[in-house]
């Protein structure tokens, strides 16, 4: 007998959530922690990861309440997680929360990977407390590699994480940081909060491949972050990044990546990219601040659509698409760069090309009242473009 869509579909879906409820749990609370006190319940914490990972996988529970962590010696992170297993909370109520002497020292990284890496892992329905008191960074005071979350490892992997439904904040360095030795990781539906460094942080290196953020937010906090809200620094050799609808109070910046696209997001700031290759940057809504300078700017393209974004800004300065290469400092220019379909909404210029080779402006909708300012050119060779003569 054949069975419908529905019922196969149905019948899916039963055996995940049986999987799911057949899972070792493994509550923080049989372990020894105890909420809402001033107990530290790092090492209760540690031993229902033990007994996880010893069990071959499960699901490490953290109930409803606020449990202290801190670091016990010069490990890092604190709780370092093994492969196949998910470390879930209740929610916004469920809190781990750093000691207030993450203050006075650095390098404290709250959730990670085991040493060696790991692969499967979930990190959901949590909320993340830094615990910092640093209004904004302080060159040589700000203990700025104390992290929420810290995926790093020189030696092993990191594979297949997913960090989701969590609320992050209070760090003096970054709430999520993705680094080295990092496989097919995602982050969704993350709020990050009062990040002195940046709020979502990504790196990486040869072999790091496949990173997704997608519905995340920055929430208005009391910390002036000296970051971005998403951050991809210079990671040479990372390939395959999406960081698709978004809500940020702060820019985007990404920068060393092949096939990198930027889509959907809403950005209160920049949007930059650096030495980035096969890219995209479609659909996105860019409000500049009341400065002179670009909105978005692409330095040392090679292969760049910029396509269906709306950009704007209040100062008469501003730049609405700035794309650059050629520098004493790198000979290269940005190149095979298309243009098309951006609604410019500023009165300064409106695409800027310096030091670019073999571009098309298409279809691009332009506020500019001087019509000279709408499409700018120099040092640049084979440009294609519809925008008229003034």
């Not at 809500?247 to 060393?256: N, Q, T």
Request: a neutral charge; proline letters at 4%; aromatic letters at 6%.
């Amino acid at each position: 007998m054949k069975r419908s869509t529905s019922g196969l579909c149905a019948w899916i879906v039963g055996a995940v959530l049986c999987s799911s409820v057949a899972a070792a749990r493994f509550d923080i609370r049989q372990y020894g922690a105890t909420p809402n006190d001033a107990t530290d319940d790092t090492a209760a914490i540690l031993k229902a990861i033990q007994a996880c990972r010893d069990a071959g996988g499960g699901e490490v529970f953290v109930p409803a309440g606020t449990y202290r962590i801190a670091r016990q010696g010069k490990e890092s992170p604190v709780l370092g997680l093994p492969s196949d297993t998910t470390l879930r909370g209740e929610g916004a109520a469920s809190v781990l929360q750093f000691d207030p002497r993450v203050n006075q020292t650095n390098f404290w990284r709250m959730i990670g990977a085991a040493p060696g890496g790991c692969r499967n892992v979930i990190i959901c329905d949590l909320h993340l407390d830094g615990s910092n008191t640093y209004r904004s960074y302080q060159p040589g005071k700000t203990p700025e590699q104390n992290h929420g979350i810290f995926l790093h490892t020189e030696k092993g992997v990191i594979e297949n994480v997913t960090i989701r439904n969590c609320l992050v904040e209070n760090f003096s360095g970054d709430c999520i940081s993705i680094g080295v030795g990092c496989r097919n990781i995602t982050v969704q539906n993350v709020a990050v909060r009062n990040f002195v460094r940046q709020g979502i942080q990504m790196a990486g290196g040869s072999g790091a491949t496949g990173y997704l953020v997608t519905g995340c937010q920055d929430l208005e906090g009391t910390v002036r972050p000296g970051g971005s809200t998403i951050h991809v620094e210079h990671a040479r050799g990372l390939t395959n990044v999406i960081i698709a609808n978004n809500r940020c109070r702060h820019s985007i910046l990404a920068g060393g990546v092949d096939g990198l696209v930027i889509r959907g997001n809403v950005i209160a700031g920049r949007l930059v990219g650096n030495n980035d290759k096969n890219t995209i940057i479609e659909g996105n809504v860019v409000r500049g601040d009341d400065r002179p300078g670009a909105v978005t700017q692409f330095g040392y393209a090679d292969g760049l659509i910029i396509r269906g974004n709306v950009v704007t800004s209040p100062h008469a300065e501003a730049i609405g698409i700035y794309v650059w290469g050629s520098s004493r400092y790198n000979p290269a220019p940005s190149q095979n760069v298309l243009i098309s379909d951006n609604l410019l909404r500023l009165s300064g210029r409106g695409v800027f090309l310096n030091g670019v080779r073999r571009a098309v402006i298409r279809g691009n909708l332009f506020g500019s009242a001087d019509a000279a300012e709408r499409l700018v050119i120099q040092r640049t060779e084979e440009v294609d473009s519809d925008v008229s003569e003034p």
